[in-house]
């Protein structure tokens, strides 16, 4: 587990503690009902790292540090508070708290806010903010979930494209509505279609009677306001972007998306991905109850049982072979679990490439072949070992072989189905992270124990 740590505040060398010895304190304090103490160990403490806290603390604690704390929760705190749990804080803050934190927020930092909140407690956040940030949010919230609109601020700096240098530093000096952070000043024409992006640097560092067209950056390129967020996060991380203007239907500037928004959508999906590999559901949290960590997992577990049979089938077809050589019942996990941790490793890959875009129908054929020639390989080698130590434990070499090559025949599968049952997804437009393990597992364990068993029918009996 990765350590999160926090400064400490009396440490004028700037050393970090472990969080948890902060932790321990923040907890004391919590407990005993003193907000004084608990707003002098969270002074220095950075805004991420309180809301981690709040994520981390059971709901009893939770409500109470919000009372004693909740004049100090802020924008910062409260944009980085988990989803899950994000509405549930709202809730336990006085009104005027959320109010003033919703003002300091960027535009798509208040969607991400109030989208998924009910329609009065969403009233009651969009009421105070101004008027022009609240036909923002509201414009914002009309395009689809998980779209570029949703994921873009509105709070954008543009320029004439004919502006030099110096017109454009000047009017920056005089503007009072600048975002906190933003990084290109995006240039427009007369119909506000965005026509270029001068970055911060050059723009400093270039002479005043430049023209602003002359120092624009290769970089530039549009995002539709309906494109897929996924897909902007693939275009940042691809192309190397800091940020991107957003346009509608008519190439017309709505926004703008900023690198910190595209890589959490990236970090989000990786996060989902690796849950549903797991068979946990995407949704999952460590802030979760009981009962929504059931709901989660029980249907996943059920397909596990459904799938566990059919293996538990194949098997009782071979009861006789197994009564009769005892070393068999033994033997067979083995084969089983090789196959298993095989199709796992290239079904990781295979997932992983396919949501970068790595793994394409113009390459999965050399993919796939590469694969095949790995679990030969691997299954050649496992092979000897297993064949050997089949030999040498029970003294039979008929046995060996027959684990041998039950192995190269489920490792060779293994790999196979670590591409093949993802890719087949894909083309059938359902999502690979969420359903290949299942199939990649019941399809080891049946070709497994089907060829050994099979195997040690035909030839040992």
């Known amino acids: 587990?990765?350590?999160?740590?926090?400064?400490?505040?009396?440490?004028?060398?700037?050393?970090?503690?472990?969080?948890?010895?902060?932790?321990?304190?923040?907890?004391?304090?919590?407990?005993?009902?003193?907000?004084?103490?608990?707003?002098?160990?969270?002074?220095p403490v950075h805004g991420a790292d309180i809301a981690d806290l709040i994520e981390q603390l059971n709901p009893q604690r939770r409500a109470r540090l919000l009372r004693l704390y909740?004049?100090?929760?802020?924008?910062?705190i409260l944009t980085e508070i988990d989803d899950s749990i994000r509405e549930a804080v709202i809730e336990q803050l006085p009104r005027k708290v959320v109010a003033d934190a919703v003002r300091e927020m960027d535009t798509d930092d208040v969607v991400d806010l109030v989208e998924d909140l009910d329609a009065p407690e969403r009233e009651e956040i969009l009421s105070a903010l101004d008027a022009e940030d609240r036909v923002a949010v509201e414009q914002s919230l009309t395009y689809p979930e998980y779209s570029?609109?949703?994921?873009?601020?509105?709070?954008?700096?543009?320029?004439p494209?004919?502006?030099?240098?110096g017109e454009a530093i000047d009017f920056l000096r005089r503007a009072e509505w600048l975002p906190d952070q933003f990084y290109h000043v995006i240039l427009v024409d007369p119909r506000r279609h965005p026509v270029g992006y001068v970055t911060l640097g050059r723009l400093l560092s270039a002479q005043r009677a430049t023209h602003l067209r002359d120092i624009t950056e290769d970089s530039f390129r549009t995002i539709d306001v309906l494109q897929e967020e996924g897909e902007v996060a693939y275009a940042f991380n691809q192309y190397h972007l800091i940020s991107a203007p957003v346009v509608d239907a008519d190439e017309r500037l709505v926004g703008v998306i900023t690198i910190d928004d595209a890589m959490a959508v990236l970090d989000e999906e990786h996060e989902e991905e690796f849950l549903k590999l797991a068979?946990?559901?995407?949704?999952?949290?460590?802030?979760?109850?009981?009962?929504?960590?059931?709901?989660?997992?029980?249907?996943?577990?059920l397909v596990n049982l459904i799938t566990a049979n059919l293996s538990a089938f194949v098997i009782s077809r071979f009861s006789g072979?197994?009564?009769?050589?005892?070393?068999?019942?033994?033997?067979?996990?083995?084969?089983?679990?090789?196959?298993?941790n095989a199709g796992t490793q290239s079904l990781a890959v295979a997932v992983r490439a396919l949501a970068t875009k790595d793994l394409t129908s113009s390459n999965a054929a050399r993919v796939v072949r590469r694969e095949t020639i790995v679990g030969l390989i691997n299954g050649l080698i496992f092979a000897a070992l297993m064949g050997m130590a089949g030999y040498l434990a029970y003294g039979s070499p008929m046995l060996g072989l027959v684990l041998a090559a039950a192995l190269v025949i489920n490792l060779i599968v293994a790999a196979l189905g670590g591409v093949l049952v993802p890719l087949t997804l894909e083309r059938l437009n359902l999502d690979p992270a969420l359903a290949a393990g299942t199939f990649v597992t019941t399809l080891t364990d049946v070709i497994g124990f089907l060829a050994f068993l099979g195997l040690a029918t035909w030839i040992l009996l």
């Open 321 to 340: 072979t197994i009564e009769a050589i005892v070393a068999l019942a033994a033997l067979m996990p083995i084969v089983a679990s090789m196959g298993g």
């Open 161 to 165: 494209e004919h502006w030099t240098v």
């Open 70 to 76: 909740s004049g100090e929760i802020d924008a910062e």
């Open 1 to 43: 587990m990765t350590e999160t740590h926090l400064r400490d505040s009396d440490d004028e060398d700037g050393d970090f503690v472990p969080a948890r010895a902060l932790v321990a304190d923040i907890e004391a304090a919590i407990d005993a009902g003193d907000g004084a103490v608990l707003n002098a160990l969270l002074e």
């Open 279 to 301: 068979g946990v559901g995407e949704e999952s949290s460590l802030s979760d109850g009981v009962v929504e960590t059931v709901r989660q997992r029980a249907p996943w577990l």
């Open 148 to 159: 570029a609109g949703r994921l873009m601020q509105s709070e954008v700096v543009t320029a």
